[in-house]
């Protein structure tokens, strides 16, 4: 990093001079605009920690009821910032001893659908209904799903089976009303989703799980002081994290690659949405790189900025030695220690505020989300077609993997977007198709399961730079899943916003493709593998 310690230092100096910390704590709009439309609302992160944490002895009773009214699993119905905090926790703390089995739901596609279903037995399982706004389609539509399968076997006392977690006033606290759900818990509405996770929507589904939650908040409330005036700006934690972000982007650094040690990977899917909405916005963006496979030095171009969090005592050799590797071939590394998985509450925090300062500092809204309303209507607009006309929209092959890449400019990235269901084989393809893109080609790697990153990176996508080169992939889902009370079914949102999407990436001139992978995903994904090492380098 000493290459870069003189244009970090100078987006330090501008901080202090512009004495945007201050003004930050002291929430005053105009740090990121002349305007104070989504800013003034949307501050609460700063110290929801310390509010939550007032509130522990709530949640760790109602967890215990829980437990006592015997349920076995606990099933997280949400989208993007609703779910991937409780994703980030339930895939580094695991199953504690005596709690139910937590799970979240946050696909369409019918095939992860069935296997939630299947994963459960409905009337021993709490359904957490979470979403800020109280009217998510996809959150709605589990709801239905779920709740006809409780109430067939329960009748009026199915409600009892399902808990709420919204904004006070929404449609998801009236419904929550009308079902009689056991419970409501409405989280403070200065907070948007994305800056959420040390809130209701992060720590409730922890708590119910028997994740200690009092550890996670305290750990974010110390860095929350570590972050405030009183500290000086060289050792500020979120402040120098968030100058570094912006000063290494404007030197074409703007590839944020997470490195982590594998007890803490899926840190990197929670930092990727926060990232990616909070600045892909107005021709600019940092582009968040999570769960990129290791590869060789030769493979990163001079368009990345690694961060490798280093948490002790997990099974560190393979990540150290990739992150002294990518420092001795002169790329810029920031090393974060975490001495325990508790400590994911500190990054919580300080990810957070970095995002929000570098946002400042590149001239970017970090609060608001300007296109993801769009690929909502483009999907409302399929979906109208369809109950129309009775027909299910074709997902069909629409261009040519290696003629997209042959396109390729040097400060480009792939960003894959899955439209299947996760298995162990899926994910090992997937990396291996990554892995090919990046050694062949030199270009940073993103994947996202669709309709989740509509709700995270989806933002990025269309309103940040025209530098992603975009392959969607679909596969067949086999038996379709019905939306109790709809016209519509899980088969025909998932194709709906598939296709939404890509009429947007279409509309603001992105570079994209659709890929039909047939009827068993991980093959198909192999076979792209296997064309993109016989193709010829075009970039």
């Known amino acids: 990093m000493q290459a870069f310690d003189s244009v970090i230092a100078a987006a330090l100096a501008d901080v202090r001079r512009q004495n945007i910390v201050s003004r930050i704590w002291a929430k005053d709009f105009t740090v990121w605009k002349s305007e104070p439309r989504e800013i003034d609302d949307r501050l609460g992160w700063l110290t929801v920690a310390s509010t939550t944490y007032d509130h ?10 829980v437990r006592a009214a015997g349920f076995q699993d606990i099933v997280v119905l949400g989208m993007g910032g609703s779910s991937l905090a409780p994703e980030v926790l339930r895939a580094t703390f695991g199953r504690q001893p005596g709690y139910p089995h937590l799970y979240i739901l946050d696909s369409t596609v019918p095939t992860w659908v069935r296997r939630m279903t299947a994963s459960v037995e409905p009337t021993r399982t709490l359904f957490v209904v979470s979403s800020k706004s109280g ?69 409730l589904p922890a708590a119910l799980a028997g994740i200690p939650i009092d550890n996670i908040l305290r750990r974010g409330m110390d860095m929350a002081n570590a972050c405030m005036p009183g500290t000086a700006i060289e050792t500020n934690p979120g402040a120098w994290l968030g100058a570094a972000l912006a000063a290494l982007s404007r030197q074409g650094r703007d590839k944020i690659t997470f490195v982590t040690s594998p007890g803490i990977a899926s840190f990197g899917l929670w930092a990727e949405q926060l990232i990616a909405e909070s600045t892909g916005k107005e021709g600019k963006g940092l582009i968040p790189i999570a769960l990129e496979p290791f590869a060789s030095a030769s493979a990163y171009g001079a368009d990345r900025l690694f961060v490798y969090l280093h948490l002790d005592g997990d099974d560190n050799a393979a990540s150290d030695a ?5 420092e001795q071939s002169g790329q810029p590394v920031i090393r974060l220690h975490l001495q325990s998985r508790y400590d994911l509450g500190a990054e919580f925090f300080r990810w957070e505020f970095a995002t929000a300062l570098a946002g400042a500092l590149l001239g970017i809204h970090p609060f608001d989300q300007p296109n993801v309303q769009e690929s909502k209507d483009n999907t409302a607009a399929v979906l109208h077609q369809v109950q129309a006309t009775g027909r299910m929209p074709a997902l069909e092959t629409t261009g040519n993997v290696t003629d997209l890449l042959s396109q390729a400019r040097g400060d480009d990235y792939v960003a894959l977007m899955g439209y299947f269901d996760e298995t162990s084989e899926v994910e090992a393809a997937i990396s ?14 993103t994947f996202g399961y669709g309709p989740r990153f509509l709700h995270s990176t989806g933002q990025l996508h269309k309103g940040g ?22 016209n519509y079914t899980f088969a025909g949102l998932a194709a709906a916003q598939a296709l939404g999407d890509y009429a947007s990436l279409v509309s603001h001139g992105r570079r994209v493709v659709r890929i039909h992978l047939g009827d068993e995903a991980a093959k198909g994904i192999d076979h792209l593998t296997q064309t993109i090492g016989r193709s010829t380098v075009g970039a």
């Open 56 to 65: 522990i002895g709530e949640l760790t009773t109602f967890a215990d009821a």
């Open 465 to 486: 730079p025209n530098s992603g080169l975009f392959i969607q992939l679909v596969a067949d889902w086999g038996e379709d899943v019905a939306v109790p009370g709809e």
């Open 135 to 203: 009217g998510t389609i996809e959150v709605m539509s589990f709801f239905k799903h779920f709740y006809t399968l409780v109430a067939e076997k329960r009748g009026e006392r199915a409600g009892d089976n399902f808990v709420a977690i919204t904004d006070p006033g929404t449609g998801l606290q009236a419904l929550a009303e009308k079902y009689h759900f056991w419970r409501v818990f409405l989280n403070p509405p200065d907070i948007g989703g994305r800056y959420s996770a040390l809130s209701y929507f992060g720590m």
């Open 322 to 326: 990739h992150a002294t590797v990518l």
């Open 432 to 445: 291996r198709l990554r892995l090919a893109i990046m050694e062949r080609y030199r270009l940073a790697t």
